[in-house]
């Protein structure tokens, strides 16, 4: 078993069609990404002509001719074999002439605590979900139900009521012409008096169905808990109720072990934690949980997927760091070729220029080495994996500030100060120091559902959910099997599998927590990721849990315990018979209605498409397996 990490010389591009895609591939590429005519006719047909038109789009923004005709072979180059993989909203937005944003996280401000602010801010949140972005909102400006309305001698209904309007208008809005509908974060904070309300409304699972929740944390509180104190609700600076803190923690875990939401924020440490905490305060995420952001700031993101680096079981580091420094010029690129909507979110944006370059692939990778994922030998391969993107995404911004200039918020003092960077290497920071920095944040962790689905990989940095999976399209259902298991199974048909072969189920929600934990330790920003546990885990687990996220330095989680949310998914049972096409025919119809599973930071769980009868691939890898986009983030 070779597990060691090497660097080998990259091979050269010989075929510029493009890879062949199997039917899964296929039918993403065509559905989502393929630019089509006014009729819906496909006037791409190969994932190459796409590139070509991403690669040219986005390399419009260089400075000559000459640079934009180079840049855009390199942009092209690097996404062949889907090696770097850009974030949906480019891949299906750029260089068609679509007005859409190619930006896909979002934060905006906290409405004005009034009917017409609401509603104000409602709008702002349509106009942005119509164009392609996912939003996210924090709903502590809002006074708490019963509060006095003097202007009508009424009464407030509290945040937890407005939120349906939020949730109705987001589920209505339909984006890229009924391709993909909106994603919504809805936040409160652990002070506000309706806390209590929000953290146990979606139990209800006929409540906010286009929402995902989480509850912003503090240490204070976090310190409250640990010493069995009371913990103030308070709104406008009088204290409206005192509750035990151990209550209200109780409380939160209850309720996602019963229904996997709300999530959780740790959102001092997310401001402590924040590259650019000297100049903004973050109090919102969006609505996967990887960009924690302030009012109006944007990111637009990218991954790069790390199993098409994996050559005969060594990983290419060499390669990996090479595509990470394109990846991130690709991305300062795309801040100056998207559209705006917003002058606020263009401000914001090219103040900051903040990019998030995230990752797809990690289970195969791991596979590939023949190490079990949430093992302490894995951690040392993720150590190396993310290291090496970090330091190479950090010298290449600061070789493009000596080109292009700066980010122009930065203080270069006080960015130097910030925990994060003081933890990059010391000639990184000394280039930081003599040139800037391009970009102001440069890493996340997204789910990259859809995306990981057309690479072929799988999804941003979560195991594996199963190796057998159900698949229901127009031509019935169908068993897809995980390509590195089919090849195992057909070199070894009798013998066991391998301890590498381990699926999300089968780690430990520890070890979830752990792996996370690790990442997080290279990334600036935040990441998605859900931690899987058994159906037998009990409260005081998800207690113990989350107590243990916070711990090991997580800036969120998101939690999901089987069977904790009606019709989940079955898995395909082992007399499913293979065909030709590499999919698997299952004998009979399921039963019954399944239903999409949102959580706070991620999607716990994909089900059946309720928005179309197209393919829907039912797992939870991801925010968007279906590829109508029903549950896309």
């Known amino acids: 078993m070779r597990t060691d990490l090497h660097a080998v010389a990259p091979p050269a591009i010989d075929d510029r069609s493009g890879p062949d895609l199997d039917p899964v591939q296929e039918r993403v590429f065509r559905d989502r990404y393929a630019l089509k005519a006014a009729d819906g006719a496909p006037l791409e047909r190969t994932p190459a002509a796409m590139w070509r038109r991403v690669a040219r789009a986005v390399a419009a923004a260089e400075s000559t001719a000459a640079l934009e005709r180079a840049w855009a072979e390199r ?16 891949l299906s937005g750029a260089g068609t002439g679509h007005a859409v944003t190619l930006f896909n996280c979002f934060v905006l401000p906290s409405p004005e605590d009034s009917r017409s602010g609401i509603l104000d801010n409602l709008k702002l949140v349509v106009e942005t979900i119509a164009r392609g972005g996912g939003v996210g909102v924090n709903l502590s400006s809002l006074r708490p139900r019963g509060s006095s309305i003097r202007t009508i001698n009424g009464k407030s209904s509290g945040p937890c009521a407005w939120a349906e309007l939020y949730s109705v208008a987001t589920g209505d809005v339909l984006q890229q012409g009924g391709s993909r509908r909106g994603a919504l974060m809805l936040m409160l904070d652990d002070w506000h008096p309706d806390v209590e309300e929000f953290i146990t409304v979606k139990t209800d699972l006929r409540r906010l169905l286009h929402a995902n929740l989480s ?43 019963q229904s996997a939401e709300p999530g959780l ?40 997927n790390l199993a098409a680096f994996v050559r005969d079981g060594w990983l290419d580091i060499a390669a990996l760091a090479e595509h990470t420094r ?102 990184i920071r000394a280039k930081i120091a003599a040139r800037g920095i391009r970009n102001g944040t440069l890493l996340c962790q997204p789910p990259t559902g859809t995306t990981s689905l057309l690479a072929g990989a799988s999804s941003g940095i979560e195991p594996v959910y199963d190796f057998r999976l159900l698949r229901r399209d127009r031509l019935g259902e169908h068993v897809i099997e995980h390509p590195a298991y089919r090849a195992w199974r057909t070199a070894h048909p009798d013998a066991a599998l391998p301890a590498y072969f381990v699926t999300a189920g089968e780690l430990s929600p520890e070890e979830h927590v752990r792996a996370q934990a690790k990442i997080q330790e290279f990334t600036d920003a935040s990441i ?17 849990l989350y107590q ?86």
Not at 75 to 90: C, I, N, Q, W
Not at 385 to 413: C, Q, V
Not at 582 to 609: I, M
């Open 75 to 90: 942009f092209e180059a690097a996404m062949h074999d889907f090696k770097l993989v850009p974030g949906g909203r480019v």
């Open 215 to 257: 509850v912003c944390i503090s240490d204070a509180f976090m310190a409250a808990v640990r010493d069995d104190a009371d913990w103030r609700l308070t709104w406008q600076g009088e204290v409206q109720k005192v509750v035990r803190a151990r209550a209200l923690w109780d409380r939160i875990c209850t309720a996602a072990w």
């Open 265 to 304: 924020v740790f959102i001092d440490r997310v401001n402590r934690e924040n590259n650019l905490g000297y100049c903004e305060t973050i109090a919102g995420c969006n609505p996967c949980g990887e960009e924690m952001l302030p009012p109006w700031h944007v990111c637009n993101l990218g991954a790069l």
């Open 326 to 427: 394109v990846a991130v010029r690709f991305l300062d690129d795309v801040i100056d070729v998207t559209p705006y909507f917003f002058a606020e979110n263009e401000a914001a944006q090219k103040g900051v220029r903040r990019v998030g370059l995230g990752t797809m692939g990690l289970a195969d990778t791991l596979i590939a080495l023949g190490v079990r994922y949430g093992s302490d030998e894995s951690l040392a391969v993720i150590e190396q994996i993310y290291r090496t993107i970090r330091d190479a995404a950090y010298d290449a911004s600061t070789e493009l500030a000596a080109e292009k200039g700066p980010f122009p918020r930065l203080d270069r003092e006080r960015y130097l100060e910030r925990p994060f960077v003081q933890r990059l290497p010391e000639e």
């Open 528 to 544: 998605s990721k859900t931690t899987n546990a058994p159906r037998t885990h009990t409260v005081e687990d998800v207690q113990r």
């Open 548 to 633: 243990l996220a916070y711990e090991v330095g997580c800036k969120g989680i998101t939690y999901y315990r089987d069977g904790s949310r009606p019709a989940v998914l079955s898995h395909a049972d082992a007399e499913s018979e293979p065909t030709t096409d590499g999919l698997a025919r299952h004998p009979r119809p399921l039963a019954g209605t399944t239903y999409r599973t949102e959580t706070s930071l991620g999607t716990a769980l994909d089900n059946v498409c309720p928005s179309c009868d197209a393919a829907t691939l039912i797992h939870r890898e991801g925010c968007r397996s279906c590829p109508c986009g029903f549950s896309a983030c």
